[in-house]
């Protein structure tokens, strides 16, 4: 370790995620933008092949990464290898990404961490809404015991911290999370290699392929619309077959283009009208953060923590998720109004400038980080 190092607090962040979301996106803006002044950034995560771009993205950032086989109670030999790795690093403090509240092992990696001999362990909770089965709450729960903040990413969410994981209000810290500002002069070509007019309304859902996103709601909505409006779909998943198959039987071949997983979001989003989120289940999606801070209008499910970021009327549409004619209604009335989804537009960029900047959400962070050491520092007083 070098004497700089020395003179930084160890921030040591967990994960065992599945795959890369956007609770891993997260992470990755929040541990590559710490202040390296202050702060030392490393990543303790789950073996897995479908999250080497995210481990090799932390190491281009200048965050060590270092792979372990987790899997609590079913591996003793991976929690001593964990165990050994967090003694070897010694971080001041243990951050778990929780996109569930069955991630982090339930929980579990927070014992692990203080048996380690860590003395601070934080979580961030992104979807705490999704009620555990009576099993996994009772070992959550006993895994929670060894958290001293639970950082959450919307107020939405605290109610269902409190009332379904039993977490006290006092140890609830809400910090919205937060972009960079977006790429600027570049594009897809998105229009001219789908062969799309100038004229054509194009709308976009940005995603993973899920059940959950809602995107066959959403193609219900474009079947009641007219040719004009079309639509690209950003993503992949295990819902693709069925959803290309939904395509087809509503006859909307020509007008829904599925363009897969896609690194140049920004670009995509500089060629299209509007996005739309037909989730039954979000936070905070940082596709609605992106398409504000590119200027666009949104239309989403008024769901759980979006009313938080859309202003309905304002920088968007929201609409119930269930009801195919509010989304068709909604959609329409930006396609056929330039002057509405240019002011909704504008009102978005600047929605995203006062409240979702990246460094907003990093420094907030880092305030949670500075008030539990500050703790140390008073008792050695």
């Not at 997260?26 to 390296?36: E, P, Q, W």
């Not at 990464?65 to 001041?92: K, Q, T």
Request: charged letters at 25%; proline letters at 6%; glycine letters at 8%.
């Amino acid at each position: 370790m070098t004497g700089c190092e020395k003179s930084r607090y160890r921030i040591v962040y967990f994960s065992d995620a599945p795959w890369f979301g956007g609770a891993e996106k997260y992470l990755l803006l929040l541990a590559t933008g710490l202040n390296r002044d202050e702060f030392h950034p490393e990543l303790v995560m789950n073996r897995n092949p479908r999250l080497a771009g995210f481990a090799a993205s932390m190491a281009d950032g200048g965050v060590p990464v270092h792979e372990v086989s987790l899997n609590v109670p079913h591996s003793p030999a991976g929690i001593s290898f964990f165990i050994s790795v967090l003694r070897r690093l010694r971080p001041a403090i243990f951050h778990c990404n929780l996109p569930g509240p069955w991630s982090s092992q339930y929980s579990l990696v927070a014992p692990l961490a203080r048996l380690a001999g860590v003395r601070h362990v934080v979580t961030t909770e992104h979807l705490p809404m999704v009620p555990p089965f009576a099993k996994g709450r009772f070992i959550r729960g006993f895994g929670s015991r060894w958290v001293e903040r639970v950082i959450t990413v919307s107020e939405n969410n605290v109610s269902y911290l409190v009332d379904y994981h039993g977490v006290p209000r006092e140890k609830i810290r809400v910090v919205r999370i937060g972009i960079p500002e977006p790429a600027r002069g570049t594009s897809a070509s998105v229009r001219e290699m789908l062969g799309l007019s100038r004229e054509d309304f194009i709308c976009v859902m940005i995603g993973s392929l899920e059940e959950r996103k809602g995107h066959a709601r959403a193609f219900d909505a474009l079947a009641a619309l007219p040719g004009d409006v079309k639509m690209l779909v950003v993503g992949a998943g295990d819902d693709e077959s069925a959803l290309r198959a939904k395509v087809d039987s509503l006859g909307l071949g020509r007008r829904v283009y599925f363009l897969g997983y896609r690194a140049d979001v920004d670009a995509i989003l500089s060629e299209c009208d509007a996005l739309v989120l037909s989730s039954m289940l979000e936070a905070t999606p940082y596709v609605i953060i992106e398409a504000m801070a590119s200027g666009l209008p949104v239309v989403a499910s008024g769901v759980y923590g979006i009313p938080e970021i859309v202003r309905d009327g304002e920088t968007g549409i929201l609409v119930d998720p269930g009801a195919r004619e509010d989304f068709a209604g909604a959609i329409l009335a930006l396609a056929r109004d330039r002057d509405r989804r240019s002011r909704m537009g504008r009102a978005a960029r600047r929605r995203y400038e006062e409240m979702f900047r990246v460094d907003r959400c990093v420094e907030e962070t880092q305030a949670v980080y500075r008030d539990l050491l500050r703790t140390d520092s008073k008792s050695l007083r």
